[in-house]
């Protein structure tokens, strides 16, 4: 409660954060549902349909819509904007509020302090969407949409300083070193879930583990406008889900999984993850690494194994195949819903090592640490058959 304001009766009639979350994630889940209903409708008319096969990303060949993006970046948008007007008007708001215009009139001050950042952030995930539909109708190459996303990074990083490890800048390199090592998990995670889009259901469900963890963290350190971002990209994936679970009757495409890349990234970076359990006993830059990379373990992973493949087998990195970890899990004779729960159960892994770095103290912390670290070890290892097998069959698209 802002400092100076009494308490009042209506206080207890205006809901609290944990509140606010579901009704947040509940509200995205809904506007993606249904848009789901026109966008598919008006996708199948226009034949804005997937080619099957022609990036190697789907096995299968159909002729199914993928703009299912615009429904999930509508999700997120649309609540953001609609309470970015209202927070502006809360000071015309007759008397105390109560219910949603209750809890925006309280938070009005600081959410127009965020205005800024969030036309900002608006601004990139407009330009990675739009850059994402161009692609699925005309196939861009690898270094425009890379440019792309770069682009939407060096928007944040100027206007808000938006950065990684900012408070090492003392040492080697300084804030230009932060400014690299910014614009590199940026690039690599927006990659990371879009390579992961080649599997009905398999980006949306780890996609929705990851901000549902953020969601939670942010909850916890009391980062309540990252917490409500997360809750949104949360509910908007799992009305996607509902439509993209197998057989998906729509695809996320690159309009979409760009977009959830990006804001993953972003909400890593801003999220503070010393401070829920003081520094996890580690080193507190040590938490700032750590945590982000585990609650995206599986697209990172992913990420980092098909790309070492690609360039054992002297192709590009960028270029799609049928080698991802969906895939090779498919080569073992796991069905669609299996590589799900696999994936899925793999990334909560990753948030509940994340979760532990982030709460427990002491050796506990370390002891955590290398229990994450084995755990993505002990799936290499257990994944190093099949990725040699691959290597080996020079898997192409």
């Known amino acids: 409660m802002p400092v100076g304001r009494p308490n009042t009766h209506s206080d207890i009639l205006i809901p609290s954060m944990p509140w606010i979350l579901l009704i947040s994630l509940t509200l995205a889940a809904s506007i993606a549902f249904i848009a789901m209903f026109p966008i598919r409708a008006l996708s199948v008319r226009s034949r804005f349909l997937d080619s099957p096969g022609a990036r190697g990303h789907h096995k299968d060949l159909r002729s199914v819509p993928n703009t299912g993006g615009i429904a999930i970046t509508l999700a997120v948008v649309l609540p953001i904007l609609v309470s970015v007007v209202l927070a502006q008007w809360a000071d015309s708001f007759s008397g105390e509020s109560l219910g949603i215009l209750g809890w925006l009139q309280k938070h009005a001050a600081g959410i127009q302090m965020r205005t800024s950042m969030g036309g900002a952030l608006l601004f990139a995930v407009a330009l990675l969407h739009g850059v994402g539909l161009i692609d699925d109708r005309r196939s861009l190459s690898p270094g425009l949409k890379m440019g792309a996303i770069l682009l939407a990074t060096a928007t944040l990083i100027i206007a808000f300083d938006l950065r990684i490890l ?125 945590v982000p990379v585990f609650l995206l373990g599986v697209p990172l ?65 370390y002891a955590v640490l290398t229990a994450g670290i084995m755990g993505f070890v002990t799936l290499f290892l257990w994944d190093l058959p099949v990725l040699r097998q691959f290597h080996k069959a020079g898997v192409r698209a």
């Open 301 to 365: 992973y992913d990420l980092a194994a098909v790309s070492l493949l690609r360039v054992l087998q002297r192709r590009s990195p960028l270029v799609g195949d049928q080698q991802h970890i969906t895939h090779r899990l498919m080569h073992r004779g796991l069905s669609a819903y299996g590589v799900i729960g696999f994936l899925a159960v793999c990334a909560l892994f990753g948030s509940a090592i994340a979760f532990g770095l982030s709460l427990v103290t002491g050796p506990l912390a």
């Open 166 to 290: 900012s408070a090492a800048d003392g040492l080697v390199g300084g804030a230009w070193l932060s400014i690299l090592l910014t614009l590199l998990w940026f690039a690599a995670v927006t990659n990371a879930v879009n390579f992961l889009d080649n599997t009905d259901g398999v980006c949306a469900a780890v996609a929705t583990v990851a901000s549902l963890s953020i969601a939670a963290l942010a909850l916890l350190a009391g980062q309540w406008f990252v917490a409500i971002l997360a809750a949104l990209l949360a509910g908007a994936l799992l009305g996607f889900f509902i439509w993209n679970r197998p057989p998906a009757r729509i695809f996320m495409g690159d309009g979409g999984s760009l977009v959830v890349g990006f804001l993953l990234a972003f909400l890593t970076i801003r999220l503070t993850y010393v401070g829920v359990g003081e520094t996890g006993g580690l080193d507190a830059e040590m938490v700032a690494i750590f």
